[in-house]
Structures are given as structure tokens and as C-alpha cells.
């Protein structure tokens, strides 16, 4: 039989070092998150070969004094924490205690350090776990970290490692959660001697943008919102933005970098619906909260949390941002894609104006012409009328009869942000000039979009209008259908609907929602049962709700080869303005694009 017996501190602090080093980047992590605690204004990291060969982090912060650094070096040892009572409202970044032991028990260690009052620095270095005495070192203040030959006396452990370029990529990853946590702190990073990150203390937004790009900077909307103890504020990307991965997604609670389940299904819900498919929304977002509800002692590396109230926090997550992506006004502050601008980036600011791209001439502001005149373009034209049944007799703040239809009426309004139309391209696209250039819009997209925030506004409102079919729709149907339409009449009912078995093989439509009208009756009809059946009638106005009025949005919307006049493109443009989330159809396409007079000026070399 085995006994049992207690493991030498070596295998016990290799073991710990398991856990908490998991690579170069996690030893990194721990190390930034040292200085940082150290009250810090600098920090600079130099990197060789991907971190296995050497780490090393300098700081200008408080600095350990002789005596404290042998345990610096020791297991379960902080200036950090002295009582549970501590332990249960963390405020600093690193408190275990065990992060440097563990780094010294499979590296090389070096550290040299200088308090504010020591007359120099003293050094220590740790071989395998075994320590040093202090001597002196030539350091003008704070702290030196260096790490040498990552697991040189764990040879299994360094097989796993992967490649220089692999494990760099991992540590600059580290280096960012830090950098855009504190950006009043000055950051720089080299690899292999050369510099590749140079952050100089800023605000929150400059810090954001230097790491991210300006492409996140310039396609996202700031967020700031408080309610009791939270506070949730940061940039989040609007959906034009979008990305194949995860890979620009931050979110700090209290100033440390998380991974969280319900944080992420909180934003992963918000952004459901205005993403396509399989992309995922980029996001820098802060969080901000009493320390004693949430739990940061949870894993080793100190990413996974435990909150006190998870569901009032993943309500309080979901309904700020779904407010800030859903604001009407994120239309005059989004970026678009402008696809194939010669000479420019692919994404370009809607925030940028005339005369002051680089090289690009001064225009004077323009009057607003339009291609063609104010009447029914050729082709089947709808009468004005259309959109008044569509949209109402009137859209927001503007009625049909009072869109601009000559230069003078142009000049004599404000420019809205989708500006006003100029024609129609193909009977698919609306065109349309405002003060920075030329937008196009996909005219079914944004009907679709329109519709579709219409019809969920009355249903939550219980007033969702119906509309007598004059002469009901009949259409040849199957067993299941005709059982779906009479086990759910009140379900069909509250959608708008009226359908009634007329035989044993045939059904009615003898109304459907006012806002569908115009839509093919009988396929409408069609795809409603099959939702219901397929789904069943309590998912459909629940879990599956917002997809059901998603498709019936999509029949009702306006086909593409159907001709407009202006004063109907004009008022689908003031309606997208009014609507939420009209930047992105049902299905997370764009409805539009947009693109400045600079990129024109480039595709035609003006100004050259």
C-alpha cells in the first residue's frame, strides 16, 4: 500500500506553476499586472524569441525593499491582502501571492528593485527555486523583472510550447489587456530588439484607437451608463464592423481583463439582432462595481469571476447596449464599408466632411439636384400613395408633400444624415447625396429593417393592426397546415392574421397585419404555419418571436425592379433615420454605404 507523503516545496511550487504559467504570455501577464499595482506611470517590455528566451519588464513604480525581496520570491507572500475581509473586496490586480514563486520555480529569475527611499537598488535571482542573497544593483527607481529560459528544468513542459511568432502573438495579446486597461499609463513593447507597441498615457479613447485602429475607433459609439452600484461605459463597434472572430472583444470588470458567460451572453443577445451569420461584434467596455459583488478568487489566472447577481447584471449589460446600437442617431456617427475606393481604406468615416481630406480640393457646400426629375421614373412607377400606405400618411417630422423636389426647396433645409435622394439605380438601389459624398442604399434591406421594428413595437404594444383582405385569399392546403391554422387561431390572431379552413383541403386569409397588406398573401400565410408547426405556438411569440416577424417583414418589404419617385425615396430615407437599428437588415446585412467625396476625389484623381 502507498503512504502518504508531503511533496518538496520545489514540486509543489511546479505544480502551482502549472496552473499559473501556463506560457510565456501568462508570466507576462502577471508580471504588467505587478507594476501596475505598483502605481506605475511607465512600464516597458522587451521580449526575445516569443518569451521562452527572456521576459523582461521594467517599471518606475514603488519599487521593494532589500528585506522584502526574498519574499517577493516566495510562495503565498503579498503586500496586498491582510484578512478575509480583504480577500472578499479585492481592489489590485495581483493578490495571490504565488505568481513570482511560480515563475522562479521553472525560469531563471532575475528581479532588482529600488524604493523611493533606498539609496540604490538591491537585486535577487532564483535558479529552479532557490534563491539568492540580496546584493546591489545599479536601477534609478521601481522594479525590474526578468525572466530567463522559460521551463529549462521542466523539458516536457517546454515541448508543448509552439513557435516564436506563435507565442509572441500571445504575448503582445497580454500586453494589450494591460495597455487598454490603464491608459494613463505610458506603455512600450519590444520583440527581438525591435519596437512594436510605443503608447504614450492618454485618454481612454486615443488609448483605444492606437491598439484597435481607427477603424474601430471611427465605426464605434461611445457608451456611458450608470444604474445603482454599475456603471458600463467603453466603445462598442457598430455592427458595420463586425468581425470572423473574437478577436477584438475586451471587456474589463474594475480594471481586469474577464471572461465571463453571462457577460457574453449578454452582448452576444444584444448584438443578435443586427450581426449576420456567424460574425461577432468588437467591442472595449469597462465595467464598473462595488468589489464585494464579484468574486475575483475564482481561477488561478484570475479571468473567471462569480457575481453576486449575475441576472441584474446580465440585464443591465443587454439593455444598455441594445439602447446604443438601436439609437437612430448611431446613423449619422457610423462608419461604412466603401467597398473597392481606389486608393483608400476599406473602411471610411461618415464623420469626415468636406475639404479635409489629404490633397483633396475645398468644395464650397452644394445644392442638392437631383438626377432626375420629381417624377415616376421609367419603368411601373408607384404613385405617391404607395408610401403613404406603406409608412402612414405622414413620416416623422415631414410629410410626403413637403420632400424637397427642386434646388431652392434643397437649400432651404437642413441636410439629414442619409441626405436626400438623387435616383434610383437598377430598381434596387436608392441613391442619395449628403454633406460628405454619395450613399447608396439597398431600398429592400432597409424596408425590411423598417418593417420589421414596426411590427415588434405593436406586438409589444398589443396593438397590432389588421387589415380585411377585400377579397380573400384562398390556397390548396396540406393536413398539417390546416390543423396549425385551426389549433392556433389565437396565436395567428395576435400576429395580425385570419385564416380559416374553407374545406378539408383549402384555407382562407380573410385579414393579415396592416403593414403587410401589399405583401404575396398566400406565401406569407404559408411561412407563418410552418414557423408555428415547425416551432411550436409558444417558442413563436417567445424565443423564436423576433424570427417570425423577421419573415414577415421580408414579404411585406419592397421587391427589388419596383420603381420609386423621389418623393418615395426621400421618405424610405426619413423613415430609416427615425427607425432603430436601420443600419443593418433583419439578417445583419447593411442597408447602406457610404462614400466621401475624398475617396471620389481619389478614384478620380482630383487634386493630383
Given at each position: 500500500?502507498?503512504?502518504?507523503?508531503?511533496?518538496?516545496?520545489?514540486?509543489?511550487?511546479?505544480?502551482?506553476?502549472?496552473?499559473?504559467?501556463?506560457?510565456?504570455?501568462?508570466?507576462?501577464?502577471?508580471?504588467?499586472?505587478?507594476?501596475?499595482?505598483?502605481?506605475?506611470?511607465?512600464?516597458?517590455?522587451?521580449?526575445?524569441?516569443?518569451?521562452?528566451?527572456?521576459?523582461?519588464?521594467?517599471?518606475?513604480?514603488?519599487?521593494?525593499?532589500?528585506?522584502?525581496?526574498?519574499l517577493?520570491?516566495?510562495?503565498?507572500?503579498?503586500?496586498?491582502?491582510?484578512?478575509?475581509?480583504?480577500l472578499?473586496?479585492?481592489?489590485?490586480?495581483?493578490?495571490?501571492?504565488?505568481?513570482?514563486?511560480?515563475?522562479?520555480?521553472?525560469?531563471?529569475?532575475?528581479?532588482?528593485?529600488?524604493?523611493?527611499?533606498?539609496?540604490?537598488?538591491?537585486?535577487?535571482?532564483?535558479?529552479?527555486?532557490?534563491?539568492s542573497?540580496?546584493?546591489?544593483?545599479?536601477?534609478?527607481?521601481?522594479?525590474?523583472?526578468?525572466?530567463?529560459?522559460?521551463?529549462?528544468?521542466?523539458?516536457?513542459?517546454?515541448?508543448?510550447?509552439?513557435?516564436?511568432?506563435?507565442?509572441?502573438?500571445?504575448?503582445?495579446?497580454?500586453?494589450?489587456?494591460?495597455?487598454?486597461?490603464?491608459?494613463?499609463?505610458?506603455f512600450?513593447?519590444?520583440?527581438?530588439?525591435?519596437?512594436?507597441?510605443h503608447?504614450?498615457?492618454?485618454?481612454?479613447?486615443?488609448?483605444i484607437?492606437?491598439?484597435?485602429?481607427?477603424?474601430?475607433?471611427?465605426?464605434?459609439?461611445?457608451?456611458?451608463?450608470?444604474?445603482?452600484?454599475?456603471?458600463?461605459?467603453?466603445?462598442?463597434?457598430?455592427?458595420?464592423?463586425?468581425?470572423?472572430?473574437?478577436?477584438?472583444?475586451?471587456?474589463?470588470?474594475?480594471?481586469?481583463?474577464?471572461?465571463?458567460?453571462?457577460?457574453?451572453?449578454?452582448?452576444?443577445?444584444?448584438?443578435?439582432?443586427?450581426?449576420?451569420?456567424?460574425?461577432?461584434?468588437?467591442?472595449?467596455?469597462f465595467?464598473?462595481?462595488?468589489?464585494?459583488?464579484?468574486?475575483?478568487?475564482?481561477?488561478?489566472?484570475?479571468?473567471?469571476?462569480?457575481?453576486?447577481?449575475?441576472?441584474?447584471?446580465?440585464?443591465?449589460?443587454f439593455?444598455?447596449?441594445?439602447?446604443?446600437?438601436?439609437?437612430?442617431?448611431?446613423?449619422?456617427?457610423?462608419?461604412?464599408?466603401?467597398?473597392?475606393?481606389?486608393?483608400?481604406?476599406?473602411?471610411?468615416?461618415?464623420?469626415?466632411?468636406?475639404?479635409?481630406?489629404?490633397?483633396?480640393?475645398?468644395?464650397?457646400?452644394?445644392?442638392?439636384?437631383?438626377?432626375?426629375?420629381?417624377?415616376?421614373?421609367?419603368?411601373?412607377?408607384?404613385?405617391?400613395?404607395?408610401?403613404?400606405?406603406l409608412?402612414?400618411?405622414?413620416?416623422?417630422?415631414?410629410?410626403?408633400?413637403?420632400?424637397?423636389?427642386?434646388?431652392?426647396?434643397?437649400?432651404?433645409?437642413?441636410?439629414?444624415?442619409?441626405?436626400?435622394?438623387?435616383?434610383?439605380?437598377?430598381?434596387?438601389?436608392?441613391?442619395?447625396?449628403?454633406?460628405r459624398?454619395?450613399?447608396?442604399?439597398?431600398?429592400?434591406?432597409?424596408?425590411?429593417?423598417?418593417?420589421?421594428?414596426?411590427?415588434?413595437?405593436?406586438?409589444?404594444?398589443?396593438?397590432?393592426?389588421?387589415?380585411?383582405?377585400?377579397?380573400?385569399?384562398?390556397?390548396?392546403?396540406?393536413?398539417?397546415?390546416?390543423?396549425?391554422?385551426?389549433e392556433?387561431?389565437?396565436?395567428?390572431?395576435?400576429?395580425?392574421?385570419?385564416i380559416?379552413?374553407?374545406?378539408?383541403?383549402?384555407?382562407?386569409?380573410?385579414?393579415?397585419?396592416?403593414?403587410?397588406?401589399?405583401?404575396?398573401?398566400?406565401?406569407?400565410?404559408?411561412?407563418?404555419?410552418?414557423?408555428?408547426?415547425?416551432?411550436?405556438?409558444?417558442?413563436?411569440?417567445?424565443?423564436?418571436?423576433n424570427?417570425?416577424?423577421?419573415?414577415?417583414?421580408?414579404?411585406?418589404?419592397?421587391?427589388?425592379?419596383?420603381?420609386?419617385?423621389?418623393?418615395?425615396?426621400?421618405?424610405?430615407?426619413r423613415?430609416?433615420?427615425?427607425?432603430?437599428?436601420?443600419?443593418?437588415?433583419?439578417?445583419?446585412?447593411?442597408?447602406?454605404?457610404?462614400?466621401?467625396?475624398?475617396?471620389?476625389?481619389?478614384?478620380?484623381?482630383?487634386?493630383?
Open positions: 500500500m502507498n503512504t502518504i507523503k508531503l511533496l518538496p516545496d520545489l514540486l509543489v511550487s511546479q505544480i502551482a506553476a502549472g496552473e499559473v504559467v501556463e506560457r510565456p504570455a501568462s508570466a507576462l501577464k502577471e508580471i504588467l499586472e505587478n507594476s501596475v499595482d505598483a502605481g506605475a506611470s511607465e512600464i516597458a517590455v522587451h521580449i526575445f524569441q516569443g518569451g521562452t528566451k527572456l521576459v523582461r519588464v521594467s517599471d518606475n513604480g514603488a519599487g521593494i525593499s532589500r528585506d522584502d525581496l526574498p517577493a520570491l516566495a510562495r503565498h507572500a503579498t503586500s496586498k491582502i491582510d484578512s478575509l475581509e480583504d472578499q473586496k479585492v481592489a489590485s490586480l495581483g493578490f495571490r501571492g504565488e505568481a513570482l514563486a511560480s515563475i522562479a520555480s521553472v525560469s531563471r529569475l532575475r528581479l532588482a528593485s529600488r524604493g523611493a527611499e533606498q539609496k540604490h537598488a538591491w537585486r535577487i535571482e532564483a535558479e529552479g527555486g532557490r534563491l542573497e540580496p546584493e546591489p544593483a545599479a536601477l534609478a527607481k521601481g522594479t525590474t523583472v526578468e525572466m530567463h529560459n522559460l521551463y529549462f528544468n521542466t523539458p516536457a513542459r517546454r515541448k508543448f510550447l509552439k513557435t516564436d511568432g506563435t507565442e509572441f502573438s500571445h504575448c503582445e495579446e497580454a500586453f494589450r489587456r494591460i495597455a487598454l486597461s490603464r491608459p494613463d499609463i505610458a512600450t513593447l519590444q520583440h527581438n530588439g525591435t519596437a512594436r507597441h503608447l504614450r498615457a492618454a485618454d481612454t479613447r486615443r488609448r484607437a492606437a491598439i484597435l485602429g481607427d477603424e474601430f475607433s471611427q465605426t464605434s459609439i461611445f457608451i456611458d451608463e450608470q444604474a445603482a452600484d454599475l456603471r458600463l461605459w467603453g466603445s462598442a463597434a457598430l455592427p458595420a464592423y463586425s468581425r470572423s472572430s473574437r478577436d477584438a472583444q475586451y471587456f474589463f470588470v474594475n480594471g481586469r481583463f474577464v471572461r465571463d458567460k453571462v457577460i457574453a451572453h449578454a452582448l452576444r443577445e444584444a448584438y443578435r439582432d443586427v450581426l449576420h451569420l456567424d460574425r461577432h461584434p468588437a467591442f472595449v467596455l465595467l464598473e462595481m462595488n468589489a464585494g459583488s464579484v468574486d475575483v478568487n475564482v481561477h488561478p489566472t484570475k479571468t473567471e469571476v462569480r457575481f453576486r447577481d449575475p441576472r441584474a447584471l446580465h440585464q443591465f449589460i439593455h444598455t447596449i441594445d439602447k446604443a446600437l438601436a439609437s437612430p442617431q448611431s446613423l449619422s456617427a457610423a462608419s461604412v464599408s466603401v467597398p473597392g475606393a481606389a486608393g483608400s481604406r476599406q473602411e471610411t468615416s461618415s464623420r469626415a466632411v468636406f475639404g479635409q481630406a489629404t490633397g483633396a480640393p475645398s468644395y464650397p457646400r452644394q445644392s442638392f439636384m437631383p438626377l432626375v426629375p420629381p417624377v415616376p421614373a421609367a419603368g411601373v412607377a408607384q404613385p405617391q400613395s404607395f408610401y403613404s400606405t409608412f402612414g400618411s405622414d413620416t416623422p417630422g415631414q410629410k410626403l408633400s413637403e420632400v424637397p423636389q427642386t434646388p431652392a426647396d434643397f437649400e432651404k433645409q437642413d441636410v439629414p444624415p442619409l441626405g436626400f435622394a438623387l435616383g434610383q439605380l437598377l430598381g434596387i438601389y436608392i441613391l442619395s447625396q449628403n454633406e459624398g454619395l450613399l447608396v442604399v439597398d431600398m429592400h434591406a432597409a424596408h425590411e429593417r423598417i418593417l420589421y421594428e414596426k411590427l415588434k413595437t405593436a406586438l409589444d404594444d398589443h396593438v397590432l393592426f389588421t387589415q380585411p383582405l377585400l377579397i380573400p385569399a384562398i390556397f390548396q392546403a396540406d393536413s398539417l397546415d390546416i390543423a396549425t391554422a385551426e392556433n387561431r389565437d396565436i395567428l390572431t395576435e400576429l395580425g392574421f385570419e380559416a379552413m374553407l374545406s378539408p383541403t383549402m384555407l382562407t386569409v380573410r385579414s393579415v397585419p396592416a403593414a403587410l397588406k401589399d405583401a404575396d398573401v398566400v406565401k406569407l400565410a404559408r411561412d407563418v404555419l410552418r414557423e408555428i408547426h415547425e416551432f411550436g405556438a409558444s417558442r413563436v411569440l417567445t424565443s423564436r418571436r424570427e417570425m416577424l423577421s419573415t414577415m417583414a421580408c414579404h411585406g418589404a419592397v421587391r427589388a425592379n419596383r420603381m420609386l419617385t423621389i418623393p418615395e425615396m426621400n421618405a424610405l430615407l423613415e430609416m433615420e427615425a427607425t432603430e437599428r436601420s443600419g443593418q437588415c433583419n439578417h445583419g446585412r447593411p442597408t447602406w454605404f457610404e462614400i466621401s467625396l475624398a475617396d471620389l476625389d481619389k478614384m478620380f484623381m482630383r487634386g493630383r
